[in-house]
């Protein structure tokens, strides 16, 4: 067993109910001491910046796929993340990158269509991108920073921290990797494989093929293997072996998964 693993679990059971959640899935038990209403109202905020910040792209295709992919599992997601106002924006940036905040905002740059080559690849993209989110990662990763003392007051849950929230929107920007400067990974190997896990279910039940997440991670592979540098999308979510062999060993579950997909019925969503 690991630190960060101790290190959550003694977290948890010091603070009882204070900050505890279950990640979805897999079941994890996680500490939160953030306020969830602040992340999100800031992971808005951040993402209409972002939206005045880089040209949006007018490729009706590309929009189209994002949308139809997003929707679907948007749907399969519903229960995990049901105050969500979904919003799926292509960004016209040769970057491969792609993005998820709380409050079902998603973000993908024109680069990353170079490596999802078809619909069931981007959904493993877009999937593991709100598997971050449903498993609150951004909140676990600031509440660890808070629990050490790197960032200073935050909103807490409960009122613990008293008074108005003090999460800084640079802090939060550095939890989701959204930063300007080059560097510093956004999320441990931990957590993209436990993205890349429930990701997996997620586009599974969404009825996709999941055999196509494994084409995914080689083709970034590949990529880092030749590009001339990492765009933003590797330095986050650095590839190894380790994650193709999990999702490997996950595909008969996964699979068992979108045999489902057909039965489970979605929620009608009341746009
Ligand atoms: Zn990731």
Same mark, same amino acid.
């Given at each position: 067993?690991?630190?960060?693993?101790?290190?959550?679990?003694?977290?948890?059971? =010091?603070?009882?109910?204070?900050?505890?959640?279950?990640?979805p899935? #897999?079941? *994890?038990?996680?500490?939160n001491?953030v306020d969830d209403k602040d992340v999100t109202k800031m992971s808005i905020a951040m993402f209409d910046d972002m939206k *005045?910040?880089?040209?949006?792209?007018?490729?009706?295709?590309?929009?189209?796929?994002?949308?139809?992919?997003g929707e679907?599992i948007s749907k399969?997601v519903f229960w995990d993340m049901p105050d969500a106002e979904w919003e799926f924006v292509?960004?016209?940036?040769? @970057? $491969?990158?792609a993005f998820a905040m709380a409050g079902g905002k998603v973000g993908v740059?024109?680069?990353?269509?170079?490596?999802? /080559?078809?619909?069931?690849?981007?959904?493993?993209?877009i999937?593991?991108e709100i598997a971050h989110v449903t498993a609150k990662h951004v909140h !676990?990763?600031l509440? @660890?920073?808070? =629990?050490?003392?790197? $960032?200073?007051?935050?909103g807490? $849950?409960?009122?613990?921290?008293?008074?108005?929230s003090?999460l800084?929107v640079?802090?939060l920007s @550095?939890a989701y990797?959204i930063?300007?400067?080059?560097?510093?990974?956004?999320?441990? %190997? /931990?957590?993209?494989?436990?993205?890349?896990? &429930?990701?997996?279910?997620?586009? +599974? *039940?969404?009825?996709?093929?999941? !055999?196509?997440?494994?084409?995914?991670?080689?083709?970034?592979? +590949?990529?880092?293997?030749?590009?001339?540098?990492?765009? =933003?999308?590797?330095? #986050?979510?650095?590839?190894?072996? !380790? *994650?193709? &062999?999990?999702?490997?060993?996950?595909?008969?579950?996964?699979?068992?998964? %979108?045999? @489902?997909?057909?039965?489970?019925?979605?929620?009608?969503l009341?746009k």
């Open positions: 067993m690991n630190v960060p693993i101790r290190f959550s679990l003694a977290a948890c059971t =010091a603070l009882l109910l204070a900050g505890c959640y279950a990640v899935v #897999t079941g *994890r038990h996680a500490i001491l *005045r910040q880089y040209k949006l792209s007018r490729d009706r295709a590309l929009n189209d796929q994002l949308r139809r992919v679907r399969v292509v960004f016209d940036v040769p @970057q $491969i990158n740059f024109t680069g990353l269509f170079k490596i999802a /080559k078809n619909d069931d690849q981007l959904a493993s993209v999937a593991h !676990e990763k509440s @660890q920073e808070l =629990a050490v003392g790197t $960032i200073g007051t935050v807490m $849950i409960g009122g613990l921290a008293g008074g108005a003090g800084t640079n802090a @550095q990797g930063t300007t400067t080059v560097g510093g990974l956004a999320f441990d %190997r /931990k957590k993209e494989k436990e993205a890349d896990y &429930i990701g997996l279910m997620y586009m +599974a *039940r969404a009825g996709y093929d999941p !055999e196509e997440a494994v084409k995914v991670l080689e083709a970034l592979d +590949a990529e880092s293997a030749s590009g001339p540098g990492p765009g =933003a999308f590797l330095s #986050t979510h650095p590839t190894n072996p !380790e *994650r193709i &062999i999990q999702l490997m060993d996950a595909m008969p579950k996964a699979k068992a998964e %979108r045999a @489902q997909s057909g039965i489970r019925a979605a929620p009608v009341v």
